[in-house]
């Protein structure tokens, strides 16, 4: 079934079925994503009911938003406690590439991702990559991890021959799905059409922060289609993680 039709949303084309979302902010409280559990819960009864499998808590963490790992294993014990659906809850965090992820990558203290818990979802700034970039990779892979570049579509400093060298460095990347609906604009989704006919993606994410997207019938993520026929064909095919 072709996801490329403009008069069917994702959930109409079944998009959601069995997702497992990497990457969204709906741990409560935490950082500049959801604030009250009541959200939460929310979204994560929308989220079963378009038949989401699994979804990710990756709170921000970087030097202004230190987020003690405890305080965030606590919060989502709470947040597990409070939620009685079918959709699987996991934490990880998404790591700023800064000297505050440099202290705790080297002290082990760390959210891993993934059910093997060897990967370690990452970002920089949209602007600038920090000058020591592929030295943080490579600490990150001596470390016994893999790291996951959360939406590499939005980094503007990046281009092709970037995207290449860090796969090749074993970089693994995670897709805003969002981006192929045109959220971020359309250079962002030509930059997500070219990850995805290269087949450089690993998995994908929502990369949710806001409770509008699913509180209303017509809701944000409800409205939401593909809008590329060229993304929409190889989604198709691709992101066996999603």
Not at 38 to 45: A, G, K, P, V
Request: net charge negative.
């Amino acid at each position: 079934m072709s996801l490329f039709n403009p008069h069917k949303t994702l959930k109409e084309a079944g998009f959601f079925e069995g997702l497992v979302d990497f990457h969204s902010h709906i741990l409560p409280g935490v950082d500049d994503g959801i604030k009250v559990i009541e959200h939460s819960l929310q979204i994560l009864d929308y989220y079963e009911r378009l038949g989401v499998n699994t979804v990710w808590c990756t709170p921000h963490v970087y030097e202004d938003l230190p987020n003690k790992t405890d305080t965030l294993k606590e919060r989502f014990e709470q947040l597990k406690a409070a939620y009685k659906g079918k959709v699987r809850l996991m934490l990880a965090a998404e790591y700023m590439l800064d000297h505050e992820f440099a202290s705790r990558l080297d002290a082990g203290d760390l959210l891993p991702i993934g059910d093997d818990h060897d990967h370690l979802l990452v970002e920089t700034s949209f602007f600038n990559g920090p000058e020591n970039l592929e030295s943080l990779f490579d600490r990150i892979l001596s470390k016994g991890f893999y790291p996951v570049l959360a939406h590499p579509e939005r980094y503007i400093y990046m281009g092709k021959s970037d995207y290449w060298k860090w796969k090749e460095k074993k970089v693994k990347f995670q897709l805003n799905y969002t981006a192929l609906a045109g959220l971020y604009g359309k250079d962002t989704l030509k930059k997500a059409t070219w990850l995805l006919k290269n087949g450089l993606y690993d998995a994908c994410g929502s990369d949710l922060h806001n409770v509008r997207f699913v509180t209303e019938e017509k809701s944000e993520l409800a409205k939401l289609s593909i809008k590329s026929k060229a993304a929409a064909n190889l989604l198709n095919l691709k992101l066996p993680n999603c």
